[in-house]
């Protein structure tokens, strides 16, 4: 019997640690969070909430992992920091280019690759399913 409360009081120990983890990881300045759900996964989310790859990944650089294989249910991730949140946004699809989605956008492809800098100048490394940032504005900022 005693081993059980300790057993129990571990348990809800855990869980209190998990959710102050998980709400204190958003960075202070965070402009839109969301919360998952399963099956989500990081592309998923970012059509979904019109959030660049490159954003989410950015942003929540300190928890997810570089193949977003770390997402758990209930986990709250921020969407886009004040003042830097591209919502405008492209869902890659078979056959766009990055000039054909400039294009579309009424966009400079210049302001593309500034906006989604994990893209390469010659934009052979996009893939479907990849969100870009399509907006006007410049919100990555340069080094
Ligand atoms: C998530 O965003 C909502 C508003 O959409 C806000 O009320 C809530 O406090 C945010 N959650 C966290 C953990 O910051």
């Known amino acids: 019997m005693h081993a059980s409360f300790f057993t129990a009081g571990l348990v809800a120990l855990a869980a209190i640690a998990s959710v102050v983890s998980a709400q204190s990881i958003l960075p202070k300045d965070c402009d839109r969070n969301v919360t998952v759900r399963a099956m989500d996964t990081c592309d998923g989310i970012s059509a979904?909430?019109?959030?660049?790859?490159?954003?989410?990944?950015?942003?929540?650089?300190?928890?997810?992992?570089?193949?977003?294989?770390?997402?758990?249910?209930?986990?709250?991730?921020?969407?886009?920091?004040t003042g830097q949140d591209c919502d405008v946004t492209h869902v890659m699809g078979a056959g766009d280019t990055c000039q054909s989605v400039a294009d579309a956008a009424g966009i400079p492809i210049s302001t593309l690759l500034a906006n989604n800098?994990?893209?390469?100048?010659?934009?052979?490394?996009?893939?479907?399913?990849?969100?870009?940032?399509?907006?006007?504005?410049?919100?990555?900022?340069?080094?």
Request: glycine content about 8%; hydrophobic content about 40%; charged content about 10%.
């Open 48 to 81: 979904v909430q019109s959030v660049s790859t490159y954003q989410l990944a950015t942003v929540n650089s300190g928890t997810i992992d570089a193949g977003c294989d770390n997402l758990f249910i209930g986990q709250i991730i921020c969407l886009g920091l």
């Open 117 to 143: 800098p994990n893209v390469n100048s010659a934009c052979d490394n996009v893939y479907s399913g990849e969100v870009l940032c399509t907006a006007s504005q410049i919100y990555v900022k340069t080094a």
